[in-house]
């Protein structure tokens, strides 16, 4: 199974509510950079947080990549949940790649249990960071981080 994690690109600094901010112009930018590394990917499901930013983000990658699926929201993607649910909730999935996109801290929480079997390990997930992880079955400390990318890496 291959695991594409994505973090939202840069967002308003306020809005009414932290999950109503919405990308800015520079994260949609953001955005289209990173998407261009999932042209041409097998991917059989997007999921993405509720969180405005979040699907967006999504959107924008559905549109790049030509992904004629609809995006499924994850009420378990967003910014403060729980990263062993995550691994639960994907355990159960049927799909053998997937991309997520959500939030920090649960990102790098959710990089770092997936390859190091604890969440503490520090993963850098800057704004629209995409992380890619094979592993044979969801569970702590069996994946392999085959693909790390920032937007100031493409380019930015």
Known sequence: MRIWIMRHGQ??????????????????????????????????????????????????????????????TAPWLTPDDEPNDV??????????????????PLVSQLVSLLCEGHRRAHVPMPTAALVCIETDFVAAGLGSLVLQRTPAEQGA
Request: hydrophobic share 50%.
């Open 87 to 104: 691994l639960r909730y994907l355990a159960e999935r049927p799909e053998q790649n997937l991309l997520l996109v959500s939030h920090q």
């Open 11 to 72: 967002a308003a600094a306020q809005a009414a509510t932290d999950a109503e901010r919405a990308l800015t112009v520079a994260g949609e930018a953001e955005v289209r950079l990173m998407a261009s590394l999932l042209e041409g990917q097998p991917l059989d499901g997007i999921l993405a947080s509720p969180y405005v930013r979040a699907q967006q983000t999504a959107a924008l990658v559905r549109s790049q990549i030509g992904f004629e699926r609809a995006i499924a």
